[in-house]
Structures are given as structure tokens and as C-alpha cells.
């Protein structure tokens, strides 16, 4: 199971910035930064078989392949957005991770207006 690999990594990789915390503090921060990286590469690879799977239920529930584009886009830009966002919390910086998160949501409001657009449509068709 590869989560336990995960796990035991970030127990590791933690013990070693407690330890290094304390005299090279910017070598902590580097090597929290490498851990979020080498684990955000862990479960990319994993990513494709879930991409794969809805674009089948997409295709077979007749969706069209822009929706789900734009729904896959917007999944992306909100794990991207916490990932990064988390990293800078984990280097101290509160301030740059709210901008991030706050681009992050303008991001996905506009990526969504597709769809609202779309659900809108859909409701007005339907009245009388």
C-alpha cells in the first residue's frame, strides 16, 4: 500500500525538520517543500486511472466532453491551489497562502460560468 510508504516518509521527513528546525531553519522549509513534491509525483501517477473513469461516465451519460473539461479543470485548480497554499503555510507564510487561496477561488468562479450557464438554461427550458 502505498499510503503507508506516504505516511512513513512524512513521519521521517518530520523527525528530520524537528531536528533541523532549530539550526538551519531554511533547510527545514527546503525539505518540507521536497517531501510535498516527491508525494504530490507519488499520486500523479494515480491521477490518469481516475481521469480515464470519468471520461467513460461522461461518455456514457452523454455529457459533453467541454463539461467535464471544465469540471476536471476546476478539481485541478482547487487541489493545486491547497498544495500550494499548504507549502506556504508550512514555510510561515499565512499572508501568501490566503492570496493564493483567494486567486484559487476567483479561478474556479470563473471556470464555472460554463456550467452555471448551462444549469441556468436548463432551469428556464423548464418552465412553463
Known amino acids: ?20 528546525k532549530r539550526q538551519k531553519p531554511e ?4 525539505l518540507s517543500i521536497t ?9 500523479l501517477s494515480k ?7 470519468f471520461r467513460d461516465l461522461a461518455e456514457k451519460a452523454q ?21 500550494g497554499a ?5 514555510a510561515g507564510e499565512g499572508a501568501v497562502a490566503g492570496k493564493i487561496e483567494f486567486a484559487g477561488k476567483i479561478l474556479v468562479m470563473i471556470m464555472a460560468i460554463p456550467i452555471i450557464a448551462l444549469v441556468l438554461d436548463t432551469i428556464v427550458r423548464l418552465l412553463p
Open 1 to 20: 500500500m502505498e499510503i503507508v510508504q506516504i505516511v512513513g516518509l512524512g513521519f521521517v521527513v518530520t523527525l528530520l525538520i524537528l531536528i533541523i
Open 27 to 30: 533547510l527545514a522549509v527546503q
Open 35 to 43: 517531501l510535498a513534491s516527491i508525494i504530490f509525483l507519488m499520486v
Open 47 to 53: 491521477l490518469s486511472v481516475v481521469l480515464n473513469l
Open 63 to 83: 455529457i459533453s466532453q467541454m463539461y467535464l473539461n471544465t469540471i476536471l479543470k476546476i478539481i485541478g485548480i482547487a487541489y493545486i491551489t491547497e498544495f
Open 86 to 90: 499548504q507549502i506556504c503555510r508550512d
